[in-house]
């Protein structure tokens, strides 16, 4: 296997693993998997992404280890961007985790992955950057399937109609589990803005202290979060630890290891586009495991934001790719004579 077929698989195992941290995470909180009581408070959920950002924190600490870059933490500090990044990352995975107990997994996923377009705003905003015809049309299209996924517009017989927050998604959603996503979009918008600032750090080192400041603001998150719900008695089963093992497992040390694999050996434009196989593999767990209905607003929306996320890297080279009208002036010259 070539390194570049590596890269995709290494991709797929990342996103794979990471679109099934909602299945995971309730099967680690519930009492039934398929039921809706829960073992604890509804921040358990908040609990859960500390151990998951915390098993990743580990594999990058192993890998400086084993690599021998462990001393550059002593003599050099983490950039800003590193560790703004870093809390936000945090802060937008926590969210998430908790708005897939409380909504759909569908709603949640896609929810999260309105990141891009809070991006492209920061970086409007913050770095001056003007928006190129393919951005545009992202912004558009992602601001359109956030309306829609979010349930503030509504798609009725009698066409499209202003619905109440938290209606796309059917049976299962809540008010609170999607503004929960919404928010964990645009934390993790943040949390890429950061990531393309001083981008000449050692990947390892940098998957380090991003993880090691994602695990501080998931900590102080879930802080807060157990203040606004308790836990109570937690009631953990065997079944339940299994579950969480396979979250930290799956979804942290390998679909964190996967990732960092993938981004070395794909270019940007492959690693931007897979990466939305996560949006894939959240909803069919969604509908096939929970049997969480995908109405028509959540699919058209869900639909807007993937093709809106992957529209500024794949327009260009397309593009590149359309055959060009018109003769070149040469060819033009030689038919006159």
């Given at each position: 296997m070539n390194k570049h077929?590596?890269?995709?698989?290494?991709?797929?195992?990342?996103?794979?693993?990471?679109?099934?941290?909602?299945?995971?995470?309730?099967?680690?909180?519930?009492?039934?998997?398929?039921?809706?009581?829960?073992?604890?408070?509804?921040?358990i959920g908040a609990v859960l992404t500390v151990g998951r950002l915390g098993t990743a924190l580990v594999l990058f600490l192993v890998l400086a280890v084993a690599t021998g870059k462990l001393c550059v933490f002593r003599v050099a500090r983490p950039p800003i961007a590193v560790v703004a990044g870093g809390i936000m990352l945090g802060l937008a995975l926590t969210l998430y985790q908790v708005a897939a107990l409380l909504t759909s997994l569908a709603n949640a996923v896609f929810l999260i992955y309105t990141g891009p377009l809070f991006c492209i705003m920061l970086a409007c905003l913050l770095r001056h950057e003007r928006l190129s015809v393919a951005q545009c049309f992202s912004v558009a299209l992602v601001f359109a399937g956030m309306l829609?996924?979010?349930?503030?517009?509504?798609?009725s017989q009698t066409g499209l109609s202003v619905g109440s927050f938290g209606s796309s998604g059917g049976?299962?959603?809540?008010?609170?589990?999607?503004?929960?996503?919404?928010?964990?979009?645009?934390?993790?918008?943040?949390?890429?803005?950061?990531?393309?600032?001083?981008?000449?750090?050692?990947?390892?080192?940098?998957?380090?202290?991003?993880?090691?400041?994602?695990?501080?603001?998931?900590a102080l998150l879930a802080l807060v979060l157990v203040g606004v719900w308790p836990l109570g008695t937690v009631n953990l089963q065997p079944v339940n630890v299994s579950y969480g093992?396979?979250?930290?497992?799956?979804?942290g040390a390998v679909g964190c290891g996967a990732l960092l694999v993938s981004a070395r050996h794909l270019p940007t434009i492959e690693y931007t586009t897979l990466a939305y196989w996560e949006c894939v593999v959240a909803a069919a767990a969604s509908v096939i495991v929970f049997c969480e209905p995908l109405t028509m607003p959540l699919i058209i929306g869900g639909i807007l934001i993937v093709v809106g996320g992957v529209a500024p890297?794949?327009?260009?080279?397309?593009?590149?790719?359309?055959?060009?009208?018109?003769?070149?002036s040469g060819a033009a010259s030689a038919q006159g004579e």
């Open positions: 077929a590596f890269g995709i698989a290494a991709l797929f195992v990342a996103t794979t693993g990471c679109g099934l941290s909602g299945l995971f995470a309730r099967g680690a909180s519930r009492v039934d998997l398929l039921g809706s009581q829960l073992i604890a408070g509804q921040s829609l996924v979010s349930g503030i517009v509504d798609i049976q299962g959603t809540s008010v609170q589990g999607n503004i929960l996503g919404l928010l964990a979009g645009i934390f993790y918008g943040g949390s890429l803005y950061c990531n393309g600032c001083d981008k000449d750090l050692d990947p390892i080192v940098r998957g380090s202290w991003n993880f090691l400041f994602a695990l501080a603001g998931s093992i396979a979250l930290c497992v799956v979804c890297v794949m327009l260009p080279h397309i593009m590149v790719m359309l055959p060009k009208t018109g003769k070149p």
